[in-house]
């Protein structure tokens, strides 16, 4: 069997511009080209050739939950907490009380919280 790899996520948003702003002031992400066409789309680098695509959809209707989210990584996971405090961005746990982390049962700690179209984003430190 083939071996698959997460290449890009995708989310539509109502504002590219107010979303590449989100996304590189919260994570120091950098634009890269779209090579794929000449759409208003936009592309953030995630590492490791792993790319965010934000697609313009102004009309679109987003609805989400918690539990469909995506998840990033990080070995500095208490000075990405205090990044959220300092940007005034709202996180809870697993659970939804605010301004707490959750430390799972293996340990790994997380926080949750939404981007301008209410994507929800989980942050760990599983490393």
């Known amino acids: 069997m083939s071996k698959f790899f997460i290449n890009h996520i995708a989310l539509s948003v109502k504002d590219v511009d107010k979303s590449i702003l989100f996304y590189q002031k919260l994570f120091d992400l950098n634009e890269i080209e779209n090579t794929a066409s000449n759409s208003k789309t936009r592309w953030l ?68 919280f939404q981007d301008p179209d209410a994507y929800w984003i989980e942050v760990n430190n599983d490393v």
């Open 45 to 112: 680098s995630l590492g490791d050739d792993k790319q965010l695509h934000l697609i313009p959809r102004p009309n679109a209707s987003i609805s989400t939950n918690k539990a469909v989210h995506f998840a990033l990584t990080t070995s500095e996971f208490e000075n990405f907490v205090l990044r959220l405090k300092k940007l005034n961005i709202e996180y809870s746990d697993w659970l939804g009380t605010a301004l707490k982390d959750y430390i799972r049962k293996d340990g790994i700690q997380q926080v949750y």
